[in-house]
């Protein structure tokens, strides 16, 4: 607040500056959006045409009730949801317990088994793709949801993620300070880091969600009825091999991304909202 | 739900329970505890299939038959096929063009975010975000129309401007490598910027304000105060996206189809192709040991070297 | 404080609706594919299954690609066989044969009835265990029906082991705008123009006059030519023992690569959204080697270009280009019933329906007899005889070993064509190298 006061000449040229840097960042990730909503509201062949269409067009309807038709849109969009919610819930849980463990707790082992963690990071994972799916068969999870789920639970990044927070953002007199007061460990982790560590949260949330969300081969290998499919594989239904309907594609892609806007939108109000309650604290 | 709720009834009781083991060992175990649940997912869902790999590397197979013991056949073969030593430079190549930018502008980016002075901050977080919103599967399709190799192509057209040829995106040896390089940069800078915005936003007001009473520059003030505060977060971010890059999988196999053109194979999708487009089980396995042991010696360096920079 | 509690019980909310819709849903019936075509032509009286339709109730899953028009006819098959239910999981054609090879490959997962492709069927045929023998279904009674390579495309090589029944076939021809020929001076008429470009030297020598006339390619997509001339061969890739006889397809690969030198054929590669596009734009004249399921492509890439398309035969004698066979994996618990429905579906009488819906060309030759077949003309082709013209192609179709490796040596050579037509490398060299790379390829089999 006090860098206001201090508002002379040069401040505005940077301020300036920084005005002109994020807005052509902003335009430029925001481009292709816009050009997949044009192509979303035209017809195939003026995609395909040159120049191609800048401008929507008149055929948003159309596309979609093409995509409606052609795949259970909706039906997709909620196991989608599903999906996401529910692993990014259990992740963010499972991630900053352990993501806490690793970086208050004292435990034999610890920094070994620490780089365990991020050494299964560098496995490539397209390889397993086989055996794991002999355990989903063996499981009996073939066209269940709980196969994207339970696998989309492991997350090293998420453990990673929350221990380099943790460890800069949660004071270890804090910690020791509750311990004093007689806390268990598990209310150390519930009343002192949780409150904390939500931007975190909101940060690894949004993330997980949106991989999930957009999360392809791998539903793609144990999700084969359409009762089950995620919308990233409904979506694949609209690529027929012998015709490219491109306006009918990216409505259903479009329209794929939007529920993701609003998620992000309404996560990101609580990620803005604790931040500035963090503000007022300190 | 149910994970919710045991955890809650565990940890009501605990409490009362008189503490007949030591402080120390109930940090430990609930240290063991706390972590356990990603060790056993991961033993079930993670382990098998990476032992199933290590046994593989020494077999033929062709995902239907009978396997066959061949010892390091299947090494050799990948490390005298061209298109190995290939599929490497490329993703290597693909690393430095799409990644380092990345980080540096993402930091960049979530600097001018985080400056008190913006206004608009939601609305320019939000946008800058947005690509990492967009599935690998629509940035691939509507950056392959970009990326057409016509004239009429949108990155042809705006090269024509400059007076430039027009590029044949699809199939040049760069070409290829620059429009795979740009979809990776163009979802994952706003991830990056939002990793670091959230680091900035755990670094206290104050410092920054003692800094400006004793007259801190702010080159100064990035260099003394965010850098140093950041490295964690640094740290995490660089081994994250050199991980990811050299795992470059779905949009060289969306951009360049399964033609598996040899200007945009990555090494995964090498291996992808030895497995399931060739069915040599054994070979794709052996070149995903090769993968892992690059992996793990280039990340090494690089946090090492990430470690000594941000000090 | 109050914040994260808020968001603590947002995601407990969350995670609460969804742990019991996740019940609901599961509990839910899951059958009924999308069958959205109510409005569908075909009510005359096709034959009906043998099943007798007293049975107990049966659901097939019966994975499909293509869009083949099979959920019209599956709810035709249900009428006379109401105790049988067909789901019906519609997906893209390399989709659906990975989820056919993991399922195998991984012992479980497997649907009742699986669509494979021509250029795939040898791979399965290695995994003959994971299938039904249909012989011991009664398939050997009703062989007669198909074309005899067709048949045996699906066969083990003793012939005792029946993996599929086929389906379509795709007897090459060759689409051409009647524009552009008016536009070069040459006949529009496919029959005159059929003569006129019997041989290939006569399409080449057609190419330069359209290339000095309009300036446009003869073709646009280099892979097309190369097709059109492999698809001539008897033997392509691979021969019977699995020998790779690669050099029986070099002279259609120098026929293609001397046109692209001397600019005669444009650049585009197949299934890409420019060769799509450009199918509306007449920027080139013709299609060498397009089947009988191109017809549906080509309509929907180019709506406003009916009249415009015409069909004539091809030079020196169609080929065969794609088709598919349906299999029914060991996985499945009724493969009788399996059996009863997909022999009826792919009795003459069916495939001539497949064939009116969706252009898909039957592979049983009694349908090539039928008068009502053979009047079929398409507006859209200039009102072109078109069952006529495929069939009459159909007759010259040879039989051909494609082998499991196929896509493989197909990939590198579509390869080497491309950087020739596009980044103008040697075609020796690019040749030389594809060889190579195939070869290193096929060791590690």
């Known amino acids: ?282 | 739900m149910a994970r919710m709720n045991t955890e809650t009834q565990v940890q009501m009781p605990s409490p009362k329970k008189k503490s007949s083991l030591s402080e120390k060992t109930k940090e430990s175990l609930s240290g063991y505890l706390y972590i356990s649940p990603f060790f056993i997912l991961f033993a079930i869902f993670g382990l098998f299939p990476i032992l199933f790999s290590f046994y593989l590397g020494f077999q033929k197979w062709n995902g239907l038959g009978e396997m066959e013991f061949v010892g390091f056949q299947n090494f050799k073969w990948i490390l005298t096929d061209p298109l190995f030593w290939k599929s490497l430079t490329n993703t290597l190549y693909m690393w430095v063009i799409g990644t380092i930018p990345q980080l540096i502008i993402g930091i960049i980016l979530a600097y001018a975010l985080n400056s008190a002075l913006i206004k608009a901050k939601s609305f320019f977080r939000v946008s800058i975000f947005m690509p990492y919103v967009t599935s690998t599967v629509a940035v691939a399709i509507v950056f392959g129309i970009m990326f057409n190799s016509q004239d009429f192509g949108l990155f042809n057209v705006i090269l024509g401007w400059f007076g430039v040829d027009a590029v044949s995106w699809g199939t040049s040896e760069w070409g290829v490598k620059i429009a795979i390089s740009t979809m990776v940069f163009w979802r994952w800078v706003g991830y990056n910027t939002i990793i670091y915005l959230a680091g900035l936003q755990g670094i206290p007001k104050e410092l920054y304000e003692a800094a400006i009473i004793d007259g801190a520059t702010i080159r100064q003030k990035i260099q003394y105060i965010t850098i140093p505060l950041l490295r964690p977060i640094i740290i995490l971010t660089v081994f994250t996206s050199t991980i990811g890059a050299l795992q470059l999988f779905t949009e060289p196999l969306i951009f360049i189809g399964r033609t598996y053109r040899e200007e945009g194979i990555t090494v995964v999708l090498y291996l992808y192709r030895e497995a399931f487009a060739n069915l040599a089980f054994g070979p794709a396995s052996a070149a995903a040991i090769i993968l892992f042991i690059i992996i793990i010696v280039i990340s090494s360096i690089n946090v090492l070297v990430a470690n000594r920079i941000s000090r | 404080m109050k914040k994260w509690f808020l968001l603590v019980v947002l995601l407990g909310l969350m995670l609460f609706v969804v742990a019991c819709s996740d019940d609901s849903s599961s509990s839910d019936s899951d059958g009924n594919a999308g069958n959205n075509s109510d409005g569908e032509t075909n009510t005359d009286n096709g034959g009906s299954g043998d099943s007798d339709s007293g049975g107990d109730p049966v659901e097939l899953d019966f994975w499909v690609f293509g869009n083949a028009g099979y959920d019209v006819l599956a709810e035709e098959y249900k009428k006379d066989n109401p105790n049988v239910t067909i789901n019906i999981n519609e997906g893209e054609m390399a989709d659906q044969h990975n989820n056919l090879f993991t399922s195998i490959s991984g012992g479980s997962g497997a649907p009742d009835i699986a669509m494979v492709e021509v250029s795939e069927i040898a791979k399965f045929m290695e995994a003959s265990d994971q299938f039904y023998n249909l012989n011991d279904y009664g398939a050997a009674d009703v062989g007669g029906n198909f074309l005899e390579w067709k048949w045996q495309q699906a066969q083990s090589v003793d012939g005792s082991f029946q993996i599929g029944l086929p389906t379509d076939i795709g007897p090459t021809t060759m689409f051409y705008r009647t524009d552009v020929m008016e536009e070069a001076g040459l006949p529009t008429d496919r029959d005159e123009l059929a003569a006129e470009l019997d041989t290939w030297d006569a399409y080449y020598e057609a190419a330069k006059t359209i290339k000095d006339a309009t300036d446009k390619p003869i073709a646009d997509a280099p892979k097309l030519v190369f097709n059109a001339l492999r698809d001539q061969e008897e033997q392509q890739y691979f021969d019977e023992e699995g020998n790779l006889i690669i050099d029986n397809v070099k002279e259609a690969y120098d026929y293609t690569t001397k046109m692209i030198g001397e600019g005669l054929i444009g650049q585009n590669s197949l299934w890409t959204p420019e060769w799509g596009s450009a199918m509306a734009d007449g920027s080139y004249a013709t299609m060498p080697g397009a089947p009988g399921w191109m017809v549906g492509n080509v309509k929907g890439n180019a709506p406003d270009a009916s009249g415009l398309w015409d069909i004539a035969s091809i030079p020196e004698g169609a080929g065969n280009w794609g088709g598919s066979f349906l299999t029914v994996p060991a996985e499945s618990e009724h493969p009788q019933e399996a059996y009863d429905f997909i022999a009826w579906l792919t009795a003459p009488e069916q495939q001539l329906k497949a064939f009116h819906e969706k252009g898909l060309f039957p592979s049983a030759p009694d349908v090539y007899e039928n008068e009502e077949f053979l009047a079929t003309t398409d507006e859209y082709f200039n009102g072109a005889p078109t069952a006529a013209i495929f069939a009459e192609a159909a007759k010259s179709v040879t039989p051909v070993y494609m082998g499991v490796n196929y896509s493989i040596v197909d990939t590198e050579l579509d390869t080497a064509i491309t950087n020739v037509a596009v980044e103008g490398a040697d075609p020796q060299d690019e040749w030389d190298a594809a060889v190579e790379r195939i070869e290193t390829q096929l060791e590690r089999q």
């Open chain 1, 1 to 282: 607040m006090s860098e206001t006061i201090k508002h002379n000449n040069r401040f505005s040229i940077s301020k300036a500056f920084v005005y002109v840097l994020l807005s052509i960042a902003a335009f430029l990730s925001i481009f292709p959006l816009y050009w997949m909503f044009v192509m979303a509201t035209n017809h195939n062949s003026a995609i395909n045409s040159v120049p191609p269409a800048f401008l929507p067009g008149g055929e948003l309807v159309t596309n979609f009730t093409n995509v409606v038709n052609t795949i259970d849109f909706f039906g997709a969009i909620w196991n989608s949801l599903i999906v996401s919610a529910v692993t990014t819930v259990g992740v963010l849980f499972l991630c900053s317990l352990a993501g806490f463990a690793f970086a208050k707790f004292h435990f034999k082992g610890k920094n070994f088994l620490f780089i365990a963690i991020l050494v299964t990071m560098m496995i490539p994972p397209q390889l397993g793709l086989i055996p794991q799916y002999i355990i989903i068969t063996k499981l009996d999870w073939l066209n269940d949801l709980r196969a994207i789920i339970v696998p989309g639970l492991i997350d090293a990044f998420g453990i990673f993620w929350m221990r380099q927070y943790i460890s800069s953002n949660v004071p270890d007199e804090l910690v020791d300070a509750a311990r004093i007061d007689g806390c268990t460990n598990f209310r150390v982790y519930w009343n002192i880091a949780v409150p904390v560590i939500i931007p975190a949260f909101a940060t690894l949330a949004i993330i997980k969600f949106m991989y999930i969300w957009n999360d392809f081969l791998w539903p793609l290998v144990v999700l084969r009825e359409d009762s089950s499919f995620t919308i990233q594989v409904a979506l694949r239904g609209l690529i027929d091999n012998y015709v490219r309907d491109n306006g009918m594609i990216l409505s259903g892609t479009f329209w794929a991304t939007v529920p993701l806007i609003i998620i992000f939108l309404l996560l990101n109000r609580l990620f803005i909202a604790s931040l500035t309650e963090g503000a007022v604290k300190s």
